[in-house]
Structure formats: structure tokens, C-alpha cells
């Protein structure tokens, strides 16, 4: 059996008929019969049940298919990374990140691969957490930023250090305080109006029942850049990531950091999981790797 065999084989199970496979193959229909049942003999299974119209993949047939789809998949990608081996990077990278990575993490890790890198573009995808693991999957994206958790059994991923939780009000609009310290305990938050993304919904929930009292949700969002200018307008008290108040720069705004018990988030840079990368994201992946360290 040979990777032709494969090939047709799959082709004949996509169009449903011998006939109709050798009109995609280009070949003539005797031919391509001959070789299945010489396929057939070789394994000594029935691949196909023949009908008048329509063939019908047996069991055996089945389990052919599955391991040639992978065989044939694994070829492709050997093929690429092989021609790809040692000749520099060009090309494209794609990647998908959520909102405040784009301003926090990525402008310098960027910067330093088109250092060395001066030859690829980027295409960039903007969204939150779910929307990026969608591209992904899609194979939109190549690489992605996004909050953890992250299903490791469908992404690899590389974490980054945890960062706190915070709340962002404008300044004069809540009785905790202006300056006057840096943290605010979590038991402060009850009965305050607040503002949060919907990823911390459930952790910032299950905290302030721990704490003896329900939080009083104003307001959840997909995006942090509209908690941070509601807070800036006075509207409620956002509770975001401390990186994302670098989105909405404003004299106004106040932050402090939530502790008593701290609520803390974190990056991370997936893919995924044994799906081909170009040598361009895997360079990234280097390079992104080298600088965590």
C-alpha cells in the first residue's frame, strides 16, 4: 500500500462512487476498481460494500480510513517543514490575541522578532478568549493569546507569571478612597456597583460568598475596554486585569489592587495541539520561550 493508494482510496469514500472519484482523479474508472481490489487482496479485507449507486465503507474500511487521513496529514506536514528546514523566515504569521494583550504584552515581544525577523508580516485577530480558541481551531490563527484556563488537551501553551485583579473607579466616585492606600480587601466590595468581565464572573463570585456577602454585578462584559471607560465615567467600579489599565490611560481613574484573599489571572500563548506550525511560529514560539526565562 502506498500513499497513492491512500489518496484514492479517500476520493473514492468523498464522492460516494468509484465512477465519480476517477472523474475527480482524472483517470479512468477500470483502472481505478482494479487497484481497490488489489488494495483489498493486499490487506485481505472488504474495504467497500458495491452498490448500484453508491458504495458503503465497511468496518475495516472505516478504520483504513481514519489511520490514511493521518498518515497522509503527517506526510503533508514532513513535506513542508522539510522544505522549510534552514532557508530563513518569510511569510505570514498569524495571530489572535484578547484586547489588552495587544497593548501589554505583544508590542515588545513583536518588536524583537522583527529584529531578527525583518521579513514577516503579521495578520492579527482581536477578540476575547473563546473567539481566539474559535480561530484557532479554524486554523485562522497560528498562535494565540488568551486568559487562562486553557484546555490543555486541545492547546499546548506556554503561561505567563500571574497578575492581580484590580478595581478601576474615576476618582471622588466611591467611598473607598482615593490614594489613600494601594489595596482594597475584597469584604470592601459589597454593596459597590461592580463591573467585570465575564471570564471572572464565577471566581470573583465564589470569593465574595466565602467573604459572606453577594456581589453586586452592574454590569459583565466580553471586552475590558468598556468596563474601564464606564469606571471612568463614573458609572460602577471596574474589576480587571492590573495590565488592562494601560487600554484607557486617564488621570481620573484610581486603582487598587483586591487582596484578603487576592484574585489573580494570567496569559498564556496556546496552539494547537499536533497541528503543524509553519517555521515561523515556531520561531516565535522560541523566541517567545527565550524571553520568559
Given at each position: 500500500m502506498n500513499l497513492q493508494d491512500m489518496q484514492y482510496f479517500l476520493a473514492i469514500i468523498e464522492e460516494g462512487s468509484i465512477t465519480a472519484a476517477a472523474?475527480?482523479?482524472?483517470?479512468?474508472q477500470p483502472p481505478l476498481s482494479r487497484q481497490m481490489k488489489q488494495l483489498e487482496a493486499q490487506l485481505g479485507v472488504q474495504l467497500f460494500e458495491r452498490g448500484r449507486r453508491r458504495i458503503k465503507v465497511t468496518e475495516a474500511g472505516n478504520l483504513l480510513r481514519h489511520r490514511a487521513e493521518q498518515i497522509l496529514e503527517l506526510t503533508t506536514n514532513t513535506?513542508?517543514?522539510l522544505k522549510e528546514f534552514d532557508t530563513g523566515v518569510r511569510g505570514t504569521l498569524s495571530i489572535g490575541a484578547v484586547t489588552s494583550s495587544w497593548v501589554t504584552l505583544l508590542p515588545d515581544l513583536?518588536?524583537?522578532?522583527?529584529?531578527?525577523?525583518?521579513?514577516?508580516?503579521?495578520?492579527?485577530?482581536?477578540?476575547?478568549?473563546?473567539?481566539?480558541?474559535?480561530?484557532?481551531?479554524?486554523?485562522?490563527?497560528d498562535l494565540g493569546m488568551v486568559r487562562v484556563p486553557v484546555d490543555t488537551e486541545v492547546y499546548e501553551s506556554i503561561e505567563l507569571p500571574k497578575e492581580p485583579l484590580i478595581i478601576a473607579f474615576r476618582s471622588g466616585y466611591s467611598s473607598l478612597g482615593d490614594g489613600d492606600k494601594p489595596e482594597v480587601n475584597l469584604a470592601e466590595l459589597a454593596g459597590?456597583?461592580?463591573?467585570?468581565?465575564?471570564?471572572?464572573?464565577?471566581?470573583?463570585?465564589?470569593?465574595?460568598h466565602q467573604a459572606g456577602f453577594t456581589p453586586e454585578i452592574l454590569c459583565e462584559s466580553d471586552d475590558v475596554l468598556p468596563l474601564l471607560a464606564w469606571a471612568t465615567a463614573a458609572i460602577g467600579i471596574a474589576v480587571v486585569p492590573r495590565s488592562a489599565v494601560?487600554?484607557?490611560?486617564?488621570?481620573?481613574?484610581?486603582?487598587k489592587v483586591i487582596v484578603n484573599p487576592a484574585l489573580e489571572t494570567a496569559a498564556a500563548l496556546i496552539w494547537v495541539r499536533n497541528r503543524f506550525?509553519?517555521?515561523?511560529?515556531?520561531?516565535?514560539?522560541s523566541l517567545f520561550t527565550s524571553l520568559q526565562g
Open positions: 472523474k475527480r482523479l482524472h483517470i479512468a513535506i513542508r517543514e513583536i518588536h524583537t522578532f522583527r529584529d531578527r525577523y525583518p521579513h514577516v508580516r503579521f495578520r492579527l485577530r482581536e477578540g476575547e478568549s473563546r473567539r481566539i480558541t474559535e480561530l484557532l481551531d479554524k486554523g485562522i490563527v459597590k456597583p461592580l463591573m467585570i468581565h465575564r471570564k471572572y464572573k464565577h471566581m470573583l463570585t465564589e470569593h465574595c494601560s487600554l484607557v490611560p486617564s488621570a481620573d481613574l484610581l486603582t506550525l509553519s517555521a515561523t511560529a515556531r520561531h516565535f514560539l
